[in-house]
């Protein structure tokens, strides 16, 4: 029985989307908790890494998954970030201006917005056909803190959907688990990250040859 999880345990979760936003907000007011005792600290990151992420949440590009665990602790709800801690640390850092993007790491830098065309008392102006009226640009965002966007793509970041699992009336005992699993990943070496790089042609022959000629074998 101790390698056995009960059935109403498994099926004692959701899965939803919710605004970077709205997580952010939850989180900096404590209705997220994102100091359990098993949580890793913040900003661990490498340049490349948190790069990477930023400029993909600014693309529009999904990331991986939001984790919670909710408990009940002297009658009230808690609810703690399991798997996340990272991505919503560095958003909200990046959100309050404490970073900006750099190049190492980043890829699309260079993001097309709409702007659109308002007048002096703040009303969009509408085309015959009842759109609103907008000029497409391209922001780059490399060395430009958050308050320096353009409104569109500020607009973007709050609303980039996230997606988040929620496991409900957790104990101390699965909150460990889930703790342990999520982080059980191995990323790339870096040798296999720069092989994403490569042309397709030359990833294709450098391959044939590393798992097929007997002198990589031996």
């Known amino acids: ?34 100091k359990h005792i098993l949580q890793r600290k913040p900003f661990q990151w490498t340049e490349r890494q948190k790069n990477k992420y930023l400029t993909r949440i600014l693309n529009g590009q999904p990331i991986p998954e939001i984790v919670i665990c909710e408990q009940i602790v002297n009658g009230k709800k808690k609810s703690h970030l399991i798997d996340g801690l990272q991505r919503l ?38 085309d015959e056909e009842g759109d609103a009226l907008f000029e497409e640009k391209i922001f780059h965002v490399l060395g430009k803190r958050f308050s320096q966007f ?7 970041f709050h609303k980039f959907n996230m997606n988040v699992t929620t496991y409900f009336h957790c104990t101390d005992e699965q909150i460990a688990y889930h703790m342990r699993n999520y982080n059980n990943q ?10 994403t790089g490569m042309h397709m042609d030359i990833a294709s022959k450098i391959k044939e040859i590393s798992e097929n000629h007997p002198f990589f074998k031996d």
């Not at 009960?6 to 007011?29: A, C, H, Q, W």
């Not at 191995?186 to 092989?195: L, P, V």
């Open 89 to 126: 640390s560095y958003a909200e850092l990046f959100r309050c201006d404490g970073l900006v993007i750099k190049r190492e790491g980043a890829e699309f830098y260079d993001i097309p917005y709409k702007e659109y065309k308002y007048d002096h008392d703040g009303k969009a102006f509408i």
């Open 150 to 156: 353009p409104e569109f793509l500020k607009e973007r």
């Open 186 to 195: 191995k990323g790339m070496n870096k040798s296999q990250y720069e092989f």
């Open 1 to 34: 029985m101790d390698n056995m999880i009960p059935i109403d345990v498994t099926d004692n979760y959701r899965m939803d989307k919710f605004p970077l936003g709205s997580l952010l907000d939850e989180m900096r007011d404590g209705k997220i908790n994102k």
